[in-house]
């Protein structure tokens, strides 16, 4: 299907208005003679029985989960996109140059296992040189892991060391670059990598396919993906969707014609034509020919946007149970519903499914499964015509090749700032302007040290805020670069992104797939009372993607930055809908440990020291909770307290009592409000009256718990958690592990003290209301010294 004149005059679909995007219809396509050869199309639907019948064999044998119908409605244009299309190494899985297929469709995690099993079974049997270790390989002897825990002793499954398949992708399985299948985040993120690929590459990058279905484009943060894709021109993006109008619950999920649809009112061309994407509507995304025909077009299409194929198919086509009925669940075991649906098999083949004989025990369950698998092989290496299919993975190794894909020559180098002495927790660079009594915003810190952290990666931060860029301090990143929005073609030179406008959902998604393609950080912000509880599906989905790349093939976690801005009580003036004090709870200590970090600095000249150790630490998300107001960069020689640079340890005494006098108690410290509100009028006070106390903070309890048990308790002993008075302007539990007596915890100072969400008003007026302002502090301080000294 070369040199063909791909010139097409298209058409607007009625009722919009024109766009960068085109829309083409497969008929038009086909008329300028972009015919597939028959002998091709016949032996691509040889190799769809066999991949038909491996998502049958996947789901009886695996009979309570997994998505049988959605897994065999895409097979056939994702395994033409594979053989035909698709530039890659298949020895190198994790290769940036590579080509990736993307399964934002997560639920589609069977036809992703038997998809790559097949491939590799394709070149194992007549191209074996061309496969990588075992370790890299997803063999048919991994397929007995589909579903399994790491943990399991079934014998095949330990003889073979199969690979435990997650139930929806994560990049424990090679060619995965990101963890999809959670409410609509597999797009974002696969746009996300895309954008990493597009940066990185310049004019030369990796195509990015995204396979999703139409129901997996309902949840709002796809629209947003698609806004921002469009917007930013990210032309190296193919979307391939599975239009079978099915999902779990409805068989009509968008409008057919006259026939209004159960959940949206859009098909899937007018949702991607709408957000300027190309699209290409294939009407039988059961024929061959109309999938390599578009796919082959989509290659051609030299506008610079996005491309949308949009494949008309049928969910669980030929399984024997179809629509919706199939989207999760399937024949019963060994039913007579598995066996026909293995039949069209057999009958090509001349080979016998084997039927499961003897007791039901998961032994003889896993020797029937993998002698099923041992038929399909053998139907394999019978077939001689089979070697088409790995002489076409040698084609795609030839072909990245000559590709020739290299870095820009202007390209991020985000390993800079990881050598050593180019930045250092220990010294606050000048140019910051960090100096006592000078004032500031925290945001502001935040940004300048994330714009002096890009220009020394060369533009390896990149940024997005939920239409907060200024208000957040965000801009200050990419400050240096080329002003306004990225957009690949116009300014590929800024740092600085639109994702759909107040859009935390797609920008969370989008970030961490940034930052996963392992060239940037990826920085997104907005306020606390949102971004923590919008961007917590994409954080825990980045924080297991990273865990499994580097549990199973090594390396580094890849940092996403998440902020959470405008943070807690003094942002008195928006009400208590945006002065959120419970942002903290939701994401500290939420996570396994290294994942995510979150540090809580209560004054501008911490910023630069927890961002330094934060981002030393390697997290999957480091999460930095700053405040909106202008504060003092203060002046801790004067006030007698410990050096910024402590911060870094997770918990640090400010001031330490003097040993050679009586202890009147301690004091431990989290948030910048209520910390600033201590230090600059509490402390004084309690000075001039004579009291002699320990007074700590929390800076970050990830960074604290980093330490060895011993040096925990040196840095906060047991003893003084056990008697000290905690107060914070997060929520009570983020207090409970510094904070451990009954008492204690009794009389935690916190926001919700008095039992209810505070009002609208000045920072000083709110901090009144919860009983955080320096008066109600000295006096719960006073109480709680006399108390200590009468239970004495």
């Given at each position: 299907?070369?040199?063909?004149?791909?010139?097409?005059?298209?058409?607007?679909?009625?009722?919009?208005?024109?766009?960068?995007?085109?829309?083409?219809?497969?008929?038009?396509?086909?008329?300028?003679?972009?015919?597939?050869?028959?002998?091709?199309?016949?032996?691509?639907?040889?190799?769809?029985?066999?991949?038909?019948?491996?998502?049958?064999?996947?789901?009886?044998?695996?009979?309570?989960?997994?998505?049988?119908?959605?897994?065999?409605?895409?097979?056939?244009?994702?395994?033409?996109?594979?053989?035909?299309?698709?530039?890659?190494?298949?020895?190198?899985?994790?290769?940036?140059?590579?080509?990736?297929?993307?399964?934002?469709?997560?639920?589609?995690?069977?036809?992703?296992?038997?998809?790559?099993?097949?491939?590799?079974?394709?070149?194992?049997?007549?191209?074996?040189?061309?496969?990588?270790?075992?370790?890299?390989?997803?063999r048919f002897e991994d397929l007995l892991g589909?579903?399994?825990?790491?943990?399991?002793?079934?014998?095949?499954?330990?003889?073979?060391?199969?690979?435990?398949?997650?139930?929806?992708?994560?990049?424990?399985?090679?060619?995965?670059?990101?963890?999809?299948?959670?409410?609509?985040?597999?797009?974002?993120?696969?746009?996300?990598?895309?954008?990493?690929?597009?940066?990185?590459?310049?004019?030369?990058?990796?195509?990015?396919?995204?396979?999703?279905?139409?129901?997996?484009?309902?949840?709002?943060?796809?629209?947003?993906?698609?806004?921002?894709?469009?917007?930013?021109?990210?032309?190296?993006?193919?979307?391939?969707?599975?239009?079978?109008?099915?999902?779990?619950?409805?068989?009509?999920?968008?409008?057919?014609?006259?026939?209004?649809?159960?959940?949206?009112?859009?098909?899937?061309?007018?949702?991607?034509?709408?957000?300027?994407?190309?699209?290409?509507?294939?009407?039988?995304?059961?024929?061959?020919?109309?999938?390599?025909?578009?796919?082959?077009?989509?290659?051609?299409?030299?506008?610079?946007?996005?491309?949308?194929?949009?494949?008309?198919?049928?969910?669980?086509?030929?399984?024997?149970?179809?629509?919706?009925?199939?989207?999760?669940?399937?024949?019963?075991?060994?039913?007579?519903?598995?066996?026909?649906?293995?039949?069209?098999?057999?009958?090509?083949?001349?080979?016998?499914?084997?039927?499961l004989k003897g007791d039901t025990s998961q032994?003889?369950?896993?020797?029937?499964?993998?002698?099923?698998?041992?038929?399909?092989?053998?139907?394999?290496?019978?077939?001689?015509?089979?070697?088409?299919?790995?002489?076409?993975?040698?084609?795609?190794?030839?072909?990245?090749?000559?590709?020739?894909?290299?870095?820009?020559?202007?390209?991020?180098?985000?390993?800079?700032?990881?050598?050593?002495?180019?930045?250092?927790?220990?010294?606050?660079?000048?140019?910051?302007?960090?100096?006592?009594?000078?004032?500031?915003?925290?945001?502001?810190?935040?940004?300048?040290?994330?714009?002096?952290?890009?220009?020394?990666?060369?533009?390896?931060?990149?940024?997005?805020?939920?239409?907060?860029?200024?208000?957040?301090?965000?801009?200050?990143?990419?400050?240096?670069?080329?002003?306004?929005?990225?957009?690949?073609?116009?300014?590929?030179?800024?740092?600085?992104?639109?994702?759909?406008?107040?859009?935390?959902?797609?920008?969370?998604?989008?970030?961490?797939?940034?930052?996963?393609?392992?060239?940037?950080?990826?920085?997104?912000?907005?306020?606390?009372?949102?971004?923590?509880?919008?961007?917590?599906?994409?954080?825990?989905?980045?924080?297991?993607?990273?865990?499994?790349?580097?549990?199973?093939?090594?390396?580094?976690?890849?940092?996403?930055?998440?902020?959470?801005?405008?943070?807690?009580?003094?942002?008195?003036?928006?009400?208590?809908?945006?002065?959120?004090?419970?942002?903290?709870?939701?994401?500290?200590?939420?996570?396994?440990?290294?994942?995510?970090?979150?540090?809580?600095?209560?004054?501008?000249?911490?910023?630069?020291?927890?961002?330094?150790?934060?981002?030393?630490?390697?997290?999957?998300?480091?999460?930095?909770?700053?405040?909106?107001?202008?504060?003092?960069?203060?002046?801790?020689?004067?006030?007698?307290?410990?050096?910024?640079?402590?911060?870094?340890?997770?918990?640090?005494?400010?001031?330490?009592?003097?040993?050679?006098?009586?202890?009147?108690?301690?004091?431990?410290?989290?948030?910048?409000?209520?910390?600033?509100?201590?230090?600059?009028?509490?402390?004084?006070?309690?000075?001039?009256?004579?009291?002699?106390?320990?007074?700590?903070?929390?800076?970050?309890?990830?960074?604290?718990?980093?330490?060895?048990?011993?040096?925990?308790?040196?840095?906060?002993?047991?003893?003084?958690?056990?008697?000290?008075?905690?107060?914070?302007?997060?929520?009570?539990?983020?207090?409970?592990?510094?904070?451990?007596?009954?008492?204690?915890?009794?009389?935690?100072?916190?926001?919700?003290?008095?039992?209810?969400?505070?009002?609208?008003?000045?920072?000083?007026?709110?901090?009144?209301?919860?009983?955080?302002?320096?008066?109600?502090?000295?006096?719960?301080?006073?109480?709680?010294?006399?108390?200590?000294?009468?239970?004495?």
């Amino acid at each position: 299907m070369e040199n063909i004149d791909y010139t097409l005059v298209a058409p607007v679909i009625p009722g919009f208005s024109q766009r960068r995007g085109k829309y083409y219809e497969i008929s038009e396509i086909l008329k300028t003679g972009l015919q597939a050869e028959e002998k091709t199309v016949a032996l691509f639907e040889r190799a769809d029985i066999l991949y038909r019948t491996l998502c049958a064999v996947l789901y009886n044998f695996v009979p309570t989960s997994g998505h049988p119908g959605g897994s065999i409605s895409s097979g056939r244009f994702v395994s033409s996109l594979i053989y035909n299309y698709l530039d890659f190494d298949i020895a190198k899985p994790f290769a940036d140059e590579n080509d990736l297929v993307v399964y934002a469709a997560g639920h589609k995690a069977l036809g992703l296992y038997a998809m790559w099993a097949l491939r590799n079974e394709f070149v194992r049997t007549f191209k074996p040189e061309l496969l990588p270790d075992e370790k890299y390989q997803l063999r048919f002897e991994d397929l007995l892991g589909f579903r399994k825990n790491p943990t399991n002793t079934l014998p095949l499954f330990k003889k073979f060391v199969s690979k435990a398949l997650d139930g929806h992708p994560t990049p424990a399985t090679p060619h995965v670059k990101v963890a999809t299948g959670a409410s609509g985040v597999g797009i974002p993120s696969s746009f996300g990598v895309a954008l990493g690929a597009l940066d990185y590459f310049g004019e030369n990058a990796p195509y990015i396919n995204v396979v999703e279905g139409e129901g997996g484009m309902t949840p709002g943060r796809v629209a947003e993906a698609f806004a921002a894709a469009s917007a930013m021109r990210l032309y190296n993006i193919i979307l391939h969707i599975d239009y079978n109008q099915a999902s779990i619950d409805s068989n009509r999920v968008c409008r057919d014609g006259d026939l209004k649809g159960d959940y949206v009112q859009w098909n899937p061309m007018e949702l991607c034509y709408l957000h300027d994407f190309n699209v290409i509507h294939v009407d039988d995304g059961k024929d061959f020919r109309q999938i390599m025909a578009a796919q082959s077009f989509a290659k051609s299409l030299n506008n610079k946007m996005p491309t949308a194929i949009v494949y008309r198919t049928v969910k669980g086509w030929k399984y024997g149970i179809e629509g919706k009925a199939s989207h999760g669940a399937g024949h019963k075991m060994n039913s007579e519903g598995y066996y026909n649906s293995c039949k069209e098999f057999e009958d090509t083949f001349g080979l016998n499914i084997p039927r499961l004989k003897g007791d039901t025990s998961q032994e003889n369950i896993e020797r029937c499964f993998y002698d099923t698998l041992l038929t399909i092989r053998e139907a394999i290496s019978n077939d001689k015509s089979f070697s088409f299919f790995a002489d076409s993975i040698l084609k795609a190794k030839n072909r990245i090749v000559s590709r020739n894909r290299i870095p820009k020559k202007n390209k991020p180098d985000l390993d800079h700032i990881y050598k050593i002495n180019i930045i250092s927790s220990e010294k606050i660079p000048d140019e910051l302007n960090i100096k006592p009594g000078e004032i500031t915003t925290l945001r502001s810190v935040l940004g300048t040290s994330l714009g002096y952290i890009n220009r020394i990666s060369n533009g390896a931060v990149i940024g997005v805020a939920a239409d907060l860029l200024g208000s957040t301090s965000v801009n200050l990143l990419g400050k240096g670069f080329q002003e306004g929005f990225y957009d690949a073609v116009d300014n590929p030179d800024s740092r600085i992104l639109a994702v759909g406008g107040i859009c935390e959902d797609a920008i969370g998604g989008m970030m961490a797939g940034l930052s996963a393609f392992g060239k940037h950080i990826g920085v997104s912000s907005s306020y606390g009372a949102f971004i923590s509880a919008m961007e917590h599906t994409a954080a825990r989905l980045h924080g297991i993607g990273e865990q499994n790349k580097v549990l199973h093939y090594g390396g580094h976690f890849n940092t996403w930055i998440l902020i959470n801005a405008h943070a807690g009580l003094k942002t008195g003036e928006d009400g208590p809908t945006h002065a959120d004090p419970q942002c903290l709870q939701l994401i500290q200590e939420n996570f396994p440990p290294g994942i995510l970090i979150t540090i809580t600095p209560w004054e501008p000249g911490e910023i630069w020291p927890l961002l330094v150790e934060g981002l030393n630490k390697r997290p999957a998300v480091l999460s930095p909770f700053v405040t909106r107001p202008n504060e003092p960069v203060i002046d801790r020689k004067k006030l007698n307290l410990a050096p910024a640079t402590d911060a870094v340890k997770g918990v640090y005494a400010l001031r330490k009592a003097d040993e050679s006098q009586k202890l009147d108690g301690s004091v431990i410290l989290q948030e910048s409000g209520v910390t600033l509100e201590f230090i600059t009028k509490v402390l004084p006070k309690l000075d001039k009256a004579g009291f002699n106390m320990n007074i700590y903070h929390i800076s970050s309890a990830e960074l604290y718990d980093a330490h060895s048990k011993e040096e925990r308790e040196k840095l906060l002993p047991y003893q003084i958690r056990n008697t000290a008075l905690g107060i914070t302007g997060f929520t009570l539990p983020t207090m409970y592990k510094w904070i451990t007596s009954f008492d204690g915890r009794y009389n935690i100072l916190h926001p919700f003290r008095n039992g209810y969400y505070l009002g609208s008003g000045t920072a000083e007026s709110v901090l009144l209301q919860a009983g955080l302002d320096a008066d109600s502090m000295y006096d719960e301080v006073v109480k709680y010294i006399e108390h200590s000294v009468k239970k004495k």
